[in-house]
């Protein structure tokens, strides 16, 4: 792995499914402020970044 965008790109993506798991599965739990489903929201942006840091790396190599 001499690529850093593999390595944060597939952290990104397992930090992101977690957080949409935990925003489909447990819905109940969110921040104390709003209505809004902070984890399902946060993950799917996760996963996109995630998922654009590991197109980048394999479009390189």
């Known amino acids: ?14 930090l992101g499914l977690i ?6 599965l447990a819905p109940g739990t969110r921040a104390p402020l709003t209505e ?3 984890n399902l ?11 654009v840091m590991l197109w980048l790396a394999r479009r390189r190599a």
């Not at 929201?41 to 998922?51: D, E, K, R, S």
């Open 36 to 38: 809004a489903n902070v």
């Open 41 to 51: 929201y946060t993950g799917i942006a996760m996963l996109v970044f995630g998922g």
């Open 19 to 24: 957080l949409c798991g935990m925003g489909i």
């Open 1 to 14: 792995m001499d690529d850093l965008r593999v390595t944060s790109g597939m952290f990104f993506s397992l």
